[in-house]
C-alpha cells in the first residue's frame, strides 16, 4: 500500500502543478485561410479548370521545415478551398522545377507516403485532439490517416474523392470530402484548426507547410492555421450497411506427421454476414456486425521467436475495430484478443469536450496473456466470453485530456475486470506530462491444461497455472518529457504488480519496477551530407517486485539524417547487467543498428539487426555470442510495379565453445502489379527455416473506395520434410469475397 499512497500523492502534485500552469499558452494569432460557399457541385477531374475555382481566396504553403527551419520554400504550392451543402472541395497546383524528378506510384491507398504528396490536416473541433490527414499523390491515389497528440493511425480509412494530373509545371490534384466522413459539432460559424503540407522526396525528403513549424513546440496539430468561413454546418443522418458473401474450398493432409497421408479437400463452403452502421448525426455512431468476416487479405509476416519468452504483437489490419481506435491506443487494451466473434457492436460518441465509446464482443474462441517477470503465456481456447470495453474522455486545452476506461472479458468459469485512469497534461508549451492508472481483478478458470508451466507470480503464493484462483493486480505508468529544437528528454517509470493481468490487453511482462531516462541532443549542420545529426543517451534499472535488482544499461546511441533520404541509427549497450533464472548475467553487450536509404524513385534499402552477446534463455540459461539480423529491397521498376524481398535471420552460439543454440531464416517476397487504382494483382512467397514451411499466396482485388471490395484468391502451405519426402503441400484454401458498402 506504501507504493500506491506514494503514486496517488504523485500524480496529484503533478496534476496540480500542472494544472496552475497548463493556460500558459502563447496567444500567438493563428493564420486564417477563408473558405467560400459555392451553390452547385464541382465535379473533379484533377485539373482545377473549373470556373468556380476563381472564387476561392488562395493560400500559399510557404515553408520549408524539414530539413529547413521555416525557410521560404524552394518550390511553389497553391491551395484552395471551397464548400457546398455536402462537400468540401480543395485544389492544389504543385510548382515543381524539375517536373521530370516527381515520385508517383500507382498503387493501393495509404502506400503513397514515399510518393510526393500533399496532405491536409483538419481539426474539426479545434481542440488539437484529433486530426484528419487527407492525403493525394500525382496519380490521384488516396492516402488517410488519423492523428493524435502523440500518434499517427495509417490503418484510418475515410471516404473522399480525388484526381490529379501531373503537367509540365508539376501537378494539380482536386479533392472532395463529404461532410458525412467528418464529425462536427452543429455550430452557427464553427471554426476548424487546419494545415496543408507538401511532401517532395527528392536530394532529401523535403516538407513545406502553410503555416511555419516550431521545432521547440512538440506537437503539430496546436500550430495549426484557422478554417473559417464555414456557416450553419448540418450534420444529416444516415444508414451504411456493409454485407459480405464468401465462398472457400479448404483442404489438407489427414496427418501431419506423416507426409503420405492423404490430402483430402472439404465440401465448398459459403458465409454471408455483414455490419450496419446508423449514425442521427456527426457526433455520433451506433454500428454492430454479425457473423462478421475478419480475415485478413494480407497474412502477418512471420517474426523470429526462438529466443523469446514473450507473446509478440501483431498491428491490426481489421476494419470494424479501427473505429474509434484513438480513444484505446494503450497496451491495456489490444483489439486482436477479441479473437473470433460472431458478433460485436461499439458506440462512438462526442458531446462537447466528452468523448465516449462502448464496444462489446461475443467471442467464440477465448484467447489471451497470462504475463510473468521472465515468460508470459498465451492462452488460446475453444471457451467462449463476453468482451466489454467502456471508455471516457474529457479533452481540455490543447492536447489535454482526463479519461477513464473500464475492460470486462466474462467467460462460464471465470473473468477478467479492469479498470482505471489516463491523463494527459501540456504545460509551458513544450512540457509533457502523461500517466496511466488501473486495477485489475482476476477469477481464472478452472483447466490447468491450457498452461503447464509452474510459475510462481512473483513472490505471491499464485500461479500461471489455472486452478480458479482469484487475485487483484495494479498497475501505474508516468511519463514527463520536455521537447525543444535542440534537445529532448524523457523520464518513465512503470510499476506493475504480479498479479495484475487485463484479458483484452497484451501486456507480457509483469512484477516489477522500473525507471528510463532517455536525453537526445539535436544538431542541424549546414552540410552538404547531414540534415540532422541526433546523440542520445539511454538508462534503464529495473527491479523485481521484492526489490531485487533485475536489469540496468547504459546505452549511448546516435541517429543520422542524410541527403539522399538515408537514414542511420545505431547503439551499443555499453553496460548491461540483467538477471535471469536468478542468475545475474554481466556485460552482456550487443550492438543494434539500421540504415534505410532511398537514393532513387525505383529503389529503396533497407538493413537493420542486433550483433553481441545475448542471454540464451533456456533453463540452463547461458551467454552466447551470435546476431539478429534483417534486410529490405524495394524495386519499382514502372509506376504500375513494386517488388520487395525481406530477409531476416538469427543465430546465436555459447560464446565458450562451438556448440550453436539456433541459427535461421526467414524470406519474404512481396510483388504487387496495380492495373489501375482500383485493381491490383499481388503475389506473397514465404520461406521459414526454424519450422520448414513455405508459404504462398496469389491474390487478385478490386476495391472501389474504402470498403466496397472484391477478392480472388488462394493459400498454400507447403512443409519440407526432407528425406523420402521432400516438399510436401500441406494446407490448400482458395476463397472468394464480395463486399459493397450500401449508404442512405
Not at 553487450?589 to 525505383?602: C, G, M, V
Not at 485493381?679 to 521459414?688: G, H, M, V
Not at 473506395?705 to 488462394?714: E, K, L, Q, V
Request: charged share 20%; hydrophobic share 35%; glycine share 6%.
Amino acid at each position: 500500500m506504501k507504493i500506491l499512497k506514494t503514486i496517488y500523492l504523485i500524480i496529484m502534485l503533478s496534476t496540480f502543478h500542472v494544472v496552475i500552469f497548463a493556460n500558459l499558452q502563447s496567444d500567438k494569432a493563428k493564420p486564417e485561410f477563408n473558405i467560400t460557399k459555392i451553390d452547385k457541385p464541382i465535379k473533379i477531374n484533377g485539373k482545377m479548370d473549373n470556373m468556380l475555382w476563381l472564387k476561392a481566396e488562395p493560400i500559399e504553403i510557404a515553408y520549408e521545415f524539414v530539413p529547413k527551419d521555416n525557410e521560404l520554400a524552394k518550390e511553389r504550392t497553391i491551395v484552395k478551398a471551397l464548400y457546398d451543402d455536402e462537400y468540401l472541395y480543395f485544389g492544389f497546383k504543385c510548382y515543381d522545377s524539375h517536373p521530370e524528378k516527381i515520385r508517383a506510384n500507382l498503387s493501393e491507398r495509404d502506400k503513397i507516403f514515399s510518393d510526393d504528396y500533399v496532405i491536409l490536416i483538419i481539426d474539426t473541433y479545434g481542440d488539437a485532439q484529433k486530426g484528419y490527414e487527407i492525403a493525394v499523390n500525382p496519380l490521384g491515389i488516396q492516402g488517410d490517416l488519423l492523428a493524435t497528440f502523440n500518434n499517427e493511425d495509417i490503418n484510418f480509412n475515410m471516404i473522399y474523392y480525388t484526381a490529379a494530373e501531373k503537367n509540365d509545371s508539376g501537378w494539380t490534384a482536386e479533392m472532395a470530402i463529404p461532410f458525412s466522413s467528418l464529425s462536427f459539432d452543429d455550430v452557427e460559424e464553427p471554426v476548424w484548426g487546419f494545415n496543408a503540407v507538401r511532401t517532395i522526396p527528392r536530394e532529401s525528403r523535403t516538407q513545406n507547410s502553410w503555416v511555419p513549424i516550431d521545432k521547440n513546440i512538440p506537437g503539430f496539430m496546436t500550430q495549426s492555421g484557422i478554417l473559417k468561413g464555414l456557416k450553419n454546418l448540418t450534420s444529416s443522418s444516415y444508414v451504411e450497411l456493409l454485407p459480405y458473401v464468401i465462398g472457400q474450398n479448404t483442404g489438407n493432409i489427414s496427418d501431419y506427421d506423416n507426409p503420405s497421408s492423404e490430402f483430402k479437400y472439404n465440401s465448398i463452403e459459403g458465409r454471408i454476414g455483414g455490419g450496419i452502421k446508423y449514425s442521427p448525426n456527426s457526433n455520433l455512431a451506433f454500428e454492430a456486425v454479425l457473423n462478421p468476416d475478419f480475415s485478413q487479405i494480407e497474412a502477418d509476416a512471420d517474426q523470429i521467436s526462438v529466443n523469446t519468452t514473450f507473446a509478440l504483437f501483431y498491428e491490426e489490419k481489421r476494419p470494424f475495430f479501427l473505429t474509434g481506435n484513438e480513444l484505446l491506443q494503450q497496451p491495456i487494451y489490444y483489439s486482436r484478443s477479441i479473437n473470433n466473434p460472431l458478433a460485436a457492436s461499439r458506440i462512438v460518441g462526442k458531446s462537447g469536450k466528452l468523448s465516449y465509446l462502448y464496444l462489446g464482443a461475443y467471442d467464440r474462441n477465448t484467447v489471451f496473456v497470462v504475463p510473468g517477470e521472465e515468460e508470459s503465456s498465451t492462452v488460446s481456447t475453444n471457451k467462449k466470453s463476453f468482451a466489454n470495453i467502456g471508455r471516457l474522455r474529457y479533452d481540455f486545452g490543447d492536447e489535454d485530456f482526463i479519461g477513464a476506461k473500464i475492460l470486462t472479458r466474462n467467460l462460464n468459469d471465470g473473468h477478467n475486470y479492469v479498470g482505471g485512469i489516463d491523463w494527459n497534461f501540456k504545460f509551458w508549451s513544450n512540457w509533457i506530462f502523461e500517466g496511466q492508472a488501473y486495477l485489475s481483478q482476476t477469477n481464472e478458470i478452472t483447466d490447468s491444461s491450457f498452461i503447464e508451466s509452474e510459475r510462481i507470480f512473483g513472490t505471491t503464493k499464485y500461479t500461471a497455472k489455472l486452478d480458479g484462483e482469484k487475485y487483484s493486480g495494479n498497475v501505474v505508468h508516468l511519463f514527463l518529457s520536455r521537447s525543444e529544437k535542440s534537445f529532448y528528454f524523457n523520464i518513465e517509470s512503470n510499476h506493475i504488480n504480479p498479479t495484475f493481468q487485463t484479458y483484452n490487453g497484451l501486456l507480457n511482462v509483469s512484477a516489477f519496477r522500473e525507471q528510463k531516462l532517455y536525453n537526445s541532443y539535436r544538431i542541424y549542420p549546414d552540410s552538404s551530407f547531414f540534415d540532422r545529426i541526433d546523440i542520445n543517451l539511454i538508462s534503464h534499472i529495473q527491479h523485481s517486485y521484492n526489490g531485487i535488482l533485475r536489469e540496468y544499461n547504459i546505452t549511448p546511441a546516435i541517429n543520422l539524417n542524410m541527403k539522399g533520404q538515408t537514414y542511420f541509427y545505431a547503439q551499443y549497450n555499453l553496460l548491461k547487467n540483467e538477471m535471469y533464472k536468478n542468475e545475474m548475467f554481466k556485460e552482456v553487450r550487443s550492438a543494434y543498428f539500421e540504415l534505410n536509404t532511398r537514393p532513387e524513385k525505383e529503389i529503396s534499402i533497407s538493413t537493420y539487426g542486433s550483433i553481441g552477446k545475448f542471454i540464451y534463455r533456456s533453463d540452463d540459461p547461458t551467454i552466447g555470442v551470435g546476431h539478429n539480423l534483417g534486410a529490405s529491397l524495394t524495386l519499382k521498376p514502372t509506376s504500375n510495379l513494386n517488388i520487395s524481398f525481406y530477409y531476416d535471420r538469427a543465430r546465436l552460439s555459447d560464446k565458450n565453445s562451438d556448440k550453436l543454440f539456433y541459427d535461421g531464416n526467414i524470406y519474404r517476397g512481396v510483388a504487387i502489379y496495380q492495373f489501375t487504382a482500383e485493381a491490383f494483382l499481388r503475389t506473397i512467397f514465404q520461406y521459414n527455416s526454424f519450422n520448414k514451411t513455405f508459404r504462398f499466396y496469389p491474390l487478385f482485388s478490386y476495391q472501389i473506395g474504402a470498403f466496397t471490395t472484391f477478392y480472388a484468391g488462394a493459400t498454400s502451405n507447403y512443409t519440407n520434410y526432407k528425406q523420402d519426402f521432400g516438399i510436401v503441400n500441406t494446407d490448400q484454401q482458395y476463397f472468394i469475397k464480395l463486399q459493397y458498402l450500401v449508404s442512405m
